[in-house]
């Protein structure tokens, strides 16, 4: 058990004592303060920082520790801890000495009671409150607490939804919808979309219910699940969606106070029928420019104001339902009078004329009506008049004619038709005569757009749309993830119920004709689902218009404030202006996006135009709910712990390929750019966009994906057809820890382009224990430097006891599994005759023994300054391969793989290949060019033929040089060690006795002293020293070289000889690199050879095998 410290008064002092100290001895001896207090020194700076100035009279001090607020994560405090608002809570404290084993640790590991202290403390700010609050900070003690929430499932989630869900295509659209597409076929659109979004619902609620959702609501869901990417993606279509849904709520409003309320107000008045259209379209335009002006000023000055009408607006949309109902069950018993004037089997307009008659009779004179001025050239009787007016009756239906009146058989069916064609009811008999294009000339109602059962599903899914409303509002909530699910599904269970009973409903009580007639003209212009309400139409219709006018209010309050959720996140660059707002918080630069993007929608101008695109932005966002719950379940991550447990990845992927179902069955082109803007949006965040790292499902999903690649991948070597460099790159460093040598990695990245695997690895000396902040500035800048030449890998710093030990790591354990390296890459130590320390040419010569030991290939690049940037393009050319010994194919595949980069792609290939005397170069030649085509590789051919000659009289010299320079760096290097151990064996022979002395003079005269002082000892050491030193010398001038390294400076000076001349202006050497000697006493003269046979050149890769082949003929 570890030593518990405690606290106790000695003579008004503190010390502090061991729990086994006896306190008695501690009080009559209070200078030393027992056996742990130490010296004073050391019981003075504990006390300088544990202790406080106490009275000294105080029976137990109090030890008080000021801490900070746990810091991890991305610097966000919304993410960085286990709370929402993490705030520095300076007056947090540690008292007392129960758990004193911690205390050291209390900093990054709060107390549980100070914990929960916090959480129970915890209150989650609405979106703009943090502006507030923060304005707040400067007023001190008038700051005034904030409401802790108390919005229960009904109020908070159930009503919002409901008014978001039901609207404007409700009351516009729906009959023509039923019209149009029969019941059956609406009932399965309304079954479509209603599916959709419940099982969006039921995914949504899984999120939701997984921890606490801030301000932000649906984005702040799918960005937390799928990554900042994805979220960004999402959340932009989102926030598009909801103002392009502004756009078509007050397309709504300008289409009931110009059609249905007040018609007079048009500006653009037709004076040809067909032309009707073009001048609706244009009042719109202005009408709806001039409304979405006037909604943003309110939004700008008056939110409160807005989301106080909330409820107003509600009631408006619940009466107008009720109303509805109330019409259908008073249809049973005495149906509404609307009758619709029918010409053979079409439809009339009756807007001109109030008598459904071709003459009356008035004072026994038959006269015309009105009718009858619209078919003919005149109001006489003989009169010219239309041939289909002439041939065939004026008749009249009833255009609502009950609940009861069966004539839902007839609606049952869909008819749907292009553009112009004629509504006509199938059950009357009519005579077809006259001329078909004169009929867009006449007062008959007829389709205003080509319809088809795709372009209604499109038209009704915003109708569904709203389902957020209730997450969008956590942070108002008593408790979010109870009201959410409940409050959402019950709010959808509603809504269908409510649009399949008003589609049985419409269809069971309203003619056929009426319901395709899409803006009432053959009613007086009513709103058709106006003349099946009780008490009056204009319940529905001023219902409607509020309902209209408060969702596009709801639609430019909402979308704006998701735009700034987005912007302050950082993710989207070029967003980061619209996350600034108002001293309140309100974005103000974000609501003239807003009004700008929903000016484009009213400049559309068609209520049917604008609801498909909103569609697809909606179920962008409904896909990726569905994706991100699918992906978090099938991952299981330990942080998926919803609390709504009626969910399932099946019903997520239902949902899923239900929204892309649907968006590619409304408008399959909207649908492929709603996915091309999403897709850029990823892009660009994904290279541009600031990286945060928020637990999301993608990046688990990659490490899940990541572990099966790995579990999958063989761990043995994979097939020479498959074989690529997956390099090790071994960096220098600089006493500031940064690269020395950058254009080394730019080599890396020509020679991979991305491919493969790249691990640049650096060793520093020491103990990790005190190199720690030195290892990651190490591996930040070397992150810094990847990114600066564009190479992708992993980078690995390692700490180790010393270099050598740490380069031997990295070789053995980098990598995982099956992917790891199979080539190491280095630079050529160009310094390593002017340092006076041998480590660094025996490291890296040892660095080549154990890449040979581990069967990896070894590339070492020579000059490696001098090596072409990434931004440098080598013109006319060539890379030359001296091919001298065959070990894998290495060198033919490096070339292949350099001239793949735009770098090196106009460099042409030569491949150099040495033959003996007794070879026949002829044929050798033939041979390679041979091999060289079934390797598929495009090279010159050259065979440098090496005579035997006698060794020159300067390699003799070369050589001789070589061996005395390293016979004196071996007396020179007179280790300090050795040096110690001489001095310390002088100093025991001569403390022996002195008859012992005596004996062994005359066999030892350096030992002629009876005693030894230091000066006479450091006198005769230097005297011997200086002695061998002389015979050394003499011995170096009097040496003949070795015949094995005579032989071996004559290969390297030939060949040099041969590679200089034939490539000294080559871009790029690649030269076979011998193996160091097996006997570790040549080391130093390896490293001659390679230096004379590199001489001259300017850029080499000296290449070496790891013993496998890796380049094959085979296909």
């Not at 002092?13 to 086994?20: D, K, L, M, P, S």
């Not at 507030?132 to 700051?143: I, R, S, T, V």
């Not at 699910?485 to 008003?502: E, F, H, M, Q, W």
């Amino acid at each position: 058990m570890g030593e518990r410290f405690v606290v106790v008064p000695v003579d008004g002092r503190r010390t502090v004592t061991a729990e086994g100290a006896h306190l008695d001895d501690v009080a009559a001896d209070p200078d030393t303060g027992g056996s742990s207090a130490g010296t004073g020194q050391e019981k003075d700076q504990l006390e300088d920082s544990v202790f406080e100035s106490v009275d000294p009279g105080a029976a137990v001090p109090i030890l008080e520790y000021n801490r900070e607020p746990n810091k991890y994560g991305d610097g966000v405090p919304k993410e960085n801890s286990p709370f929402i608002n993490n705030t520095d809570d300076k007056g947090n404290s540690y008292d007392g000495t129960n758990m004193a084993l911690f205390e050291e640790e209390m900093d990054s590991n709060p107390m549980v009671s100070s914990f929960l202290s916090k959480l129970a403390n915890y209150t989650n700010l609405t979106q703009g409150a943090q502006e507030h609050e923060e304005a707040d900070d400067d007023e001190g003690p008038k700051k005034k607490a904030v409401k802790s929430p108390q919005m229960g499932t009904f109020m908070g989630v159930y009503l919002p939804c409901l008014q978001n869900i039901l609207g404007v295509i409700l009351f516009l659209r729906l009959t023509w919808i039923v019209g149009t597409a029969g019941i059956l076929e609406s009932l399965a659109i309304v079954g479509l979309c209603c599916s959709c979004t419940m099982l969006t619902a039921i995914s949504m609620s899984a999120i939701a219910t997984n921890g606490v959702v801030p301000a932000g609501g649906s984005y702040y869901m799918i960005s937390r699940s799928l990554g900042p990417e994805f979220g960004g993606a999402v959340g932009l279509c989102f926030y598009l969606g909801t103002t392009f849904a502004g756009s078509m709520y007050i397309l709504g409003t300008i289409e009931i106070l110009l059609t249905y309320m007040v018609p007079k107000a048009a500006i653009f008045v037709a004076e040809k029928k067909e032309n009707e259209m073009d001048a609706l379209l244009n009042n719109m335009r202005v009408y709806g420019t001039c409304c979405l002006a006037l909604m943003a000023v309110v939004v700008f000055v008056g939110v409160k104001y807005v989301n106080k009408l909330a409820l107003v607006f509600l009631a408006c949309v619940i009466l107008s339902i009720l109303a509805i109902y109330a019409g259908v069950i008073k249809t049973i018993f005495e149906p509404p009078d609307f009758p619709v004037c029918m010409l053979g089997n079409r439809t009339l307009q009756n807007h001109q004329f109030d008598k459904c008659l071709k003459t009356e009779v008035i004072d026994n004179v038959t006269v015309t009506t009105k009718l009858w001025s619209l078919f003919c050239n005149g109001p006489q009787l003989n009169d010219t008049c239309n041939d289909y007016f002439e041939s065939n009756n004026v008749t009249v239906l009833q255009g609502i004619p009950g609940l009861t009146s069966g004539v839902i058989s007839e609606n049952m069916w869909s008819l749907y038709g292009p553009q112009g064609m004629l509504v006509e009811v199938s059950k009357l008999t009519s005579v077809d005569s006259g001329d078909p294009a004169q009929d867009i000339y006449m007062p008959y109602v007829v389709n205003d757009i080509t319809t088809f059962f795709t372009l209604l599903v499109g038209i009704y899914f915003p109708s569904v749309t709203g389902i957020m409303a209730g997450s969008n509002r956590s942070g108002d909530l008593r408790d979010a993830q109870k009201s959410i699910p409940i409050g959402t599904i019950l709010a959808i269970t509603t809504t269908s119920i409510i649009y399949i009973s008003s589609v049985v409903l419409f269809g069971a009580c309203i003619e056929g004709v009426l319901l395709r007639d899409k803006f009432g003209d053959s009613v007086k212009g009513n709103l058709v689902i106006g003349t099946l309400s009780w008490p009056s139409p204009w319940v529905i219709v001023i219902g409607s218009f509020f309902s209209c006018c408060g969702a596009g209010l709801q639609s430019l309050t909402g979308a704006p404030r998701l735009l700034q959720a987005i912007a302050r996140d950082g993710i989207v660059p070029f967003l980061q202006v619209f996350g600034h707002g108002k001293a309140n918080g309100e974005p103000t630069w974000a609501l003239l996006l807003t009004a700008g993007i929903c000016e484009i929608g009213i400049l559309i101008a068609s209520l049917d135009s604008v609801a498909p695109i909103l569609s697809m932005f909606f179920l962008m966002c409904y896909l990726f709910v569905n994706l991100a719950c699918a992906v978090q379940t099938l991952l299981r991550t330990p942080n998926w712990r919803p609390r709504f447990k009626y969910y399932h990845w099946a019903l997520s992927f239902l949902g899923m390929s239900l929204c892309l179902a649907i968006m590619f069955i409304s408008s399959w082109y909207y649908a492929i750019v709603a996915m091309v803007i999403a897709g850029c949006i990823y892009k660009y965040i994904e290279y541009r966009g600031a990286e945060k790292e928020w637990g999301d499902g993608i990046r688990g999903l990659s490490l899940n994906a990541a572990r099966y690649a790995l579990n999958r991948l063989e761990d043995a070597p994979p097939h020479t057809k498959n074989w690529r460099p997956q390099l090790l790159v071994l960096l220098n460093l600089d006493s500031d820890q940064a690269v020395k040598h950058p254009r080394l990695l730019s080599f890396t990245t020509q020679l991979k382009a991305g491919k493969g695997l790249t691990i640049v690895g650096n060793v520093l000396q020491g103990t990790y224990l005190t190199k720690d902040s030195e290892a990651k500035r190490a591996e930040q800048n070397i992150k810094a430097s990847m990114a600066a030449e564009r190479t992708k890998g992993f980078c690995h710093v390692v700490v180790s006891s010393n270099l050598r030990d740490g380069v031997s790591h990295l070789i053995q354990s980098a990598g995982l599994g099956g992917m790891k390296h199979n080539t190491v890459l280095m630079a050529w130590p160009g310094t390593w005759k002017q340092s006076n320390d041998s480590h660094s040419w025996r490291n890296f010569i040892e660095t080549i023994r154990e890449t040979t030991a581990a069967h990896q290939a070894l590339l070492v690049a020579k000059n490696v300054d001098s090596f072409p940037t990434n931004l440098d393009r080598l013109g006319e050319g060539t890379i030359d391969v001296w091919w001298v010994v065959h070990d894998g194919g290495l060198l033919m595949l490096l070339p292949f793989l350099i001239r793949q980069h735009k770098v090196w792609r106009k460099c042409k290939m030569r491949i150099f290949t040495v033959a003996q005397m007794d070879d026949n170069s002829i044929q050798m030649k033939k041979d390679l060019q041979m091999f060289l085509y079934h390797l598929r590789l495009d090279a010159e051919v050259e065979v440098v033929e090496m005579h035997d000659n006698d060794i020159s009289a300067f390699t003799y010299e070369k050589t001789l040089v070589m061996e005395q320079r390293s016979q004196m760096l071996k007396q020179m290097h007179l280790s300090r060690t050795e040096r110690e151990r001489e001095a310390q064996l002088i100093h025991d022979r001569n403390t022996a006795s002195h008859a012992a002395i005596n004996e062994k003079a005359d066999a030892e005269p350096e030992q002629v002293h009876m005693t030894w002082t230091k000066d006479k000892l450091l006198t005769e050491r230097n005297r011997n020293r200086e002695c061998n030193a002389n015979v050394a010398v003499r011995d170096l001038f009097n040496m003949k070289p070795n015949q094995t390294n005579v032989r071996r400076m004559h290969t390297a000076v030939k060949l040099n000889e041969v590679v200089v001349n034939k490539s000294q202006g080559a871009h790029l050497v690649l030269l076979n690199m011998p193996g160091p000697p097996k006997n570790r006493g040549g080391d130093e003269n390896y490293m001659e050879f390679l230096e004379v046979l590199l001489e001259g050149l300017n850029r080499v890769l000296l290449v070496r095998g790891g013993g496998r082949e890796v380049i094959t003929i085979y296909s």
